[in-house]
C-alpha cells in the first residue's frame, strides 16, 4: 500500500485573487489538477449571489474538494482536500487482470490527439507465454490499483534478458510497458515495485523503458510531443520523464528522431557516389517480397544485421527464426521502391529499411484488426504521405565504395518518383553518440526534431 498526501484543511485570508491563488497554488503541490467553476443557487434572487465553486480532482479523476462560497465572502473561505489515501500495486495473476493491464492506455491517452494505439493482439503475444522471450528470461506484469474502487490506474514489467547479461557481463533488469495516470504516487510506486522485483532476482541495475528487449518498444519521448509517432516509434505523456527524474533515475543515453523533407533534391554528391559504387562492382535492387525469395533475402538481412549492429548499446542477438517471424509480420507493409539492397558478388553488403507510416491508418483502429478496424485501415490508408526510416547500413569494408550515400540516393529516389505519396520521412532512431550515422543524416538534409531517452538506476 502506498499512501498519498492526507487530508489538508486550512483557512485562507485575504482578497479573493490572493485566496484564489493561494488556493490553486496549495491544490497544484499536493499533486491535484484544480478548476473554477461558476453556479448559482437554488434560490435564484437579488439577494442571493451566485456561488463560487472551486473542485480539484486527481488526475484518475476522484472527487477531491469542495469548497462553495458566496463570492462576497470569497476571501474568508475553508478549503477541505480529501485525497485518494491508498495505491495498491499488485501482480497481474489472472486473466481479468490481465486485460485490465491492456485496456489502460485507453484511459491514459483518451484526451492526447497524437497518441496511435498500438495492436492489442500484438502485445498480448508479446507477454503471452508462448513468446520466445521465456526461453531466455522471465518477467513480472504489475498493475496499480486504487483499493476503495478497484479502477487499475498503472501499469508495468520488469524484466530479466539473460541475453543481455551474457552481452554485457552485468546484472541489468529491465522495466517497460509502463503507463500511468497523471499522479506522482502512482508511478511512484509501479516503479519501486519493478525495482524490488529485479532486486529480488538478483540484478543490480535497472534500465528502461525497454520491452523486454530493443527489438520492441523502447525509449521515452522527452522532446518533440506537438506530433504522433511514425509507425513502430514510441510515444508518452510529457509527465512520464518528469516523474522519474523526481524518483532519482538518471539518464542512461538519449535518441534522436530526424526530419527529411523530400520537397528538395539530394546534392549531386549523392547521385555522383551511386555511379561510384556500381562502377566498383556493387549492384542494386529491391528486397523481394514473394516466394523463396522474401525468405532468401530476409536471411540475408538477419546475416548481415548481426555484423552490422552485435555492437549497439543495449541491444540482444535475435535467432533467425525470431527475425524471420517478425520480417513476416511486416511483409505486407513494405513498399519495394523504398527498401533497396546493395550487393557485391551475389553477397548482401547493404541496404535502406523503410516503411510506409502506417500509424496514419492504424490510428482510427483504436488497437484492435477486427473486420471494422481492417475495413477502417484500408480505407485510411490512402492518406499515408510519409514514412519512416528505419536502418541505413553497409559492411564497413564498402563504405570506401560510397555504399551507404548510393543506398540513400536509391531510397530517396524511390520515394518521390510519380506516383509516390511521400512528402517527408522519418530517420529514426539513432543514438546520440552515432555520430558517422547522425553525420550522414544531416549530410542528406535532416534535421533533429524529437528526442528519446533511456534511463538507468542503481539497485
Known amino acids: 500500500m502506498i499512501p498519498t498526501p492526507q487530508t489538508q484543511s486550512r483557512r485562507v485570508g485575504g482578497s479573493r485573487r490572493n485566496a484564489l491563488v493561494h488556493w490553486w497554488s496549495l491544490a497544484r503541490s499536493a499533486g491535484f489538477k484544480p478548476h473554477f467553476a461558476l453556479g448559482h443557487s437554488q434560490r435564484q434572487n437579488r439577494n442571493f449571489p451566485p456561488i463560487a465553486k472551486l473542485y480539484c480532482k486527481t488526475s484518475i479523476g476522484r472527487e477531491t474538494v469542495c469548497l462553495v462560497q458566496s463570492l ?4 474568508k473561505f475553508t478549503m477541505v482536500v480529501t485525497p485518494i489515501t491508498q495505491v495498491e500495486v499488485r501482480p497481474v495473476t489472472t486473466a481479468a487482470d490481465a486485460d485490465r493491464f491492456l485496456d489502460l492506455p485507453a484511459q491514459v491517452y483518451k484526451n492526447d490527439p497524437n497518441w496511435v494505439p498500438p495492436l492489442r493482439s500484438s502485445i498480448a503475444k508479446q507477454l503471452s507465454p508462448q513468446n520466445t522471450f521465456f526461453q531466455y528470461g522471465r518477467l513480472q506484469q504489475f498493475i496499480a490499483v486504487v483499493p476503495q474502487t478497484q479502477a487499475v490506474v498503472g501499469r508495468i514489467v520488469a524484466a530479466v534478458n539473460d541475453r543481455l547479461i551474457q552481452r554485457e557481463g552485468v546484472n541489468i533488469g529491465l522495466f517497460g510497458y509502463f503507463e500511468c495516470v497523471e499522479d506522482f504516487a502512482v508511478a511512484q510506486a509501479l516503479l519501486q515495485a519493478a ?38 516509434m514510441p510515444y508518452n505523456p510529457s509527465y512520464y520523464p518528469k516523474f522519474i527524474e523526481q524518483t532519482g533515475w538518471e539518464k542512461a543515453k538519449d535518441a534522436y528522431a530526424y526530419d527529411l523533407p523530400l520537397n528538395h533534391d539530394l546534392t549531386e554528391q549523392f547521385a555522383k557516389s551511386y555511379r561510384i559504387a556500381c562502377k566498383s562492382g556493387v549492384t542494386f535492387r529491391s528486397l523481394r517480397l514473394k516466394g523463396d525469395g522474401f525468405e532468401q533475402d530476409c536471411i540475408a538481412l538477419y546475416n548481415l544485421f548481426n555484423k552490422a549492429f552485435s555492437g549497439n548499446w543495449s541491444s540482444t542477438p535475435r535467432t533467425q527464426a525470431e527475425f524471420l517471424e517478425e520480417a513476416k509480420d511486416l511483409q505486407s507493409l513494405v513498399d519495394p521502391d523504398v527498401f533497396p539492397i546493395a550487393e557485391y558478388n551475389g553477397e548482401m553488403i547493404g541496404f535502406w529499411m523503410a516503411l510506409p507510416d502506417y500509424n496514419i491508418a492504424l490510428k482510427h483502429v483504436n488497437g484492435k484488426l477486427n473486420w471494422l478496424g481492417i475495413l477502417k485501415f484500408l480505407w485510411y490508408r490512402r492518406q499515408i504521405d510519409q514514412g519512416r526510416v528505419i536502418a541505413v547500413c553497409s559492411l564497413p569494408e564498402y563504405r570506401r565504395k560510397l555504399v551507404p550515400l548510393a543506398l540513400i540516393y536509391l531510397g530517396m529516389k524511390g520515394g518521390i518518383q510519380k506516383g509516390k505519396p511521400y512528402k517527408r520521412a522519418e530517420l529514426s532512431w539513432v543514438f546520440e553518440d552515432n555520430m558517422s550515422s547522425r553525420k550522414l543524416i544531416e549530410a542528406s538534409g535532416g534535421t533533429i526534431y524529437k528526442t528519446y531517452r533511456i534511463y538507468e538506476k542503481a539497485l
Not at 72 to 75: A, L, N
Not at 204 to 231: E, K, Q, Y
Open 195 to 232: 525495482c524490488d522485483w529485479l532486486r529480488g532476482e538478483g540484478m543490480a541495475i535497472v534500465r528502461g523503458p525497454i520491452d523486454l528487449s530493443t527489438h520492441n518498444n523502447c525509449l521515452w519521448l522527452v522532446d518533440g510531443f506537438d506530433s504522433p509517432p511514425m509507425i513502430m
Open 72 to 75: 462576497k465572502e470569497f476571501s
